[in-house]
């Protein structure tokens, strides 16, 4: 097994054709094939289905495409790090942003890290906590945002910001910052509301029990995107993070106040793995991250949020 047959391994699984793989490999087809095909021979296992629609990984090629994927990610770390220029910190950082910090963090991130480290490559995953979690315990990410997470065996986790969830409305609803909303009023209302399992709903449904109230929820989705965009249209009033809708209230897209009686918080984390050595180039990105956001915190466009009492004003310079 080598790094020739792991590359033609993944791309073909990536693009589902020996001949389309061949081409992104520089190489001729019966050499892709030759690649895979001993490949199989050495595991002892078909690694494809040749189909009408191409080929596509057996149960035991997918999970060789992910090992094969995942060894060959970390032999380009390792490469980048060992050819350094010297003052520059180098390397590949894939990082994970909740889905409701995109819009406030990614672009600072990016430009920051190309303007004062170019030597960085940087790789944004987004989803929701849950999923990032898991992606972090599975080694495909090295550093990433989590909420409500007091710390695993497995995970480091640095505590950097509270903040209030709010209740969101059309514009037309005309709710305010500065006029908290009780949850016993939100429950009057059709809601569209997060999926069950998510921890954002969990955190909701703990909130309505705590109210004593029943919630009329009449669309349930894994999207905050989606739920802004049906809360916008009239199907209902959600509930979200600050951080997450304070462009749409800035725009007047969407309208909002914080949630009480009871009041919810979400904290939210940085995670890393416990185990291993972290690589230079992770330790800047997280230092950069963690700058950003008490930037956002102290210039007010983190709405109703508080820093950690370890994140302190020396992050904002």
Request: charged residues 20%.
């Amino acid at each position: 097994m080598d790094v020739k047959q792991l590359k033609a391994l993944v791309t073909v699984a990536e693009v589902g054709s020996v001949t389309r793989a061949a081409e992104l490999l520089h190489l001729v087809q019966p050499a892709v094939t030759r690649q895979i095909r001993t490949l199989e021979q050495e595991l002892g296992v078909a690694l494809f289905e040749r189909t009408r629609q191409g080929m596509r990984p057996t149960g035991a090629g997918a999970i060789m495409v992910d090992r094969a994927r995942r060894a060959l990610n970390e032999l380009e770390r390792a490469r980048v790090e060992v050819q350094p220029t010297p003052g520059v910190v180098t390397g590949i950082v894939t990082v994970g942003l909740l889905e409701s910090t995109t819009e406030l963090l990614a672009e600072p991130l990016v430009s920051a890290l190309a303007r004062d480290h170019p030597g960085i490559e940087l790789r944004l995953m987004t989803a929701y906590s849950g999923h990032l979690q898991q992606w972090l315990d599975d080694g495909d990410l090295d550093l990433t945002l989590l909420y409500n997470l007091a710390g695993t065996p497995s995970l480091n986790v640095r505590p950097l910001v509270r903040e209030h969830l709010w209740v969101v409305a059309p514009p037309s609803e005309g709710l305010r910052g500065d006029r908290p909303v009780p949850f016993a009023r939100v429950a009057e209302h059709p809601l569209v509301m997060p999926a069950a399992g998510h921890a954002l709903r969990s955190l909701i449904d703990g909130a309505a029990g705590r109210a004593a109230v029943e919630m009329d929820i009449v669309v349930q989705t894994n999207s905050m995107p989606v739920q802004k965009q049906l809360v916008r249209a009239g199907h209902g009033w959600t509930v979200l993070p600050g951080v997450g809708i304070a462009e749409d209230v800035a725009e007047g897209t969407l309208s909002a106040a914080p949630l009480c009686d009871p009041d919810v918080w979400r904290s939210i984390v940085l995670a890393t793995p416990r185990n291993g050595r972290t690589p230079p180039a992770a330790e800047v990105v997280a230092r950069e991250l963690v700058r950003h956001i008490a930037s956002a915190v102290h210039q007010g466009r983190w709405p109703s949020a508080q820093l950690h009492a370890q994140i302190d004003r020396t992050d904002d310079t």
